[in-house]
């Protein structure tokens, strides 16, 4: 766009359809600043550990944080909807989505980024391994 609510930004997305069961996985990496800006104050919230409490309190979800290789988030896997793993770092926002609350699915894709590669120089030095093939 132009003018004063022009913004200029990146997005990334690739989709992935696993043959067995047709289960859905969308990985989306953005710099849009309008998107990162929405999800801090969620990242803010999730990082309070009263506020984390409280969201596992629902039976149908279960919410963790992320601290990987220099990214921040959380991810949330719904029982009666989808797995989602969300997380910033240094204008950037990476989501991994599968269309089914299937928590293992969804770690299968976030262990197969490279995190570490995508933070840059600096970020936090963590080993990370990559997933058995599924």
Do not use: C
């Amino acid at each position: 766009g132009t003018g004063e609510g022009g913004a200029t930004y990146t997005q990334l997305t690739q989709r992935f359809t696993r043959k067995q069961d047709g289960a859905t996985a969308t990985v989306s990496l953005t710099s849009s600043n309008q998107l990162i800006d929405a999800q801090k104050p969620l990242a803010e919230s999730y990082k309070n550990p009263e506020f984390l409490r409280m969201a596992n309190l629902d039976p149908n979800m279960k919410v963790k944080l992320i601290d990987q290789d220099g990214w921040t988030g959380w991810i949330v896997i719904q029982k009666e909807g989808d797995a989602q793993a969300t997380a910033l770092h240094s204008g950037y926002l990476l989501t991994v989505q599968v269309d089914k609350p299937d928590e293992a699915a969804l770690d299968i894709f976030w262990k197969a980024i490279d995190l570490k590669g995508l933070a840059g120089p600096g970020a936090a030095s963590q080993p990370t391994s990559k997933p058995a093939k599924e």
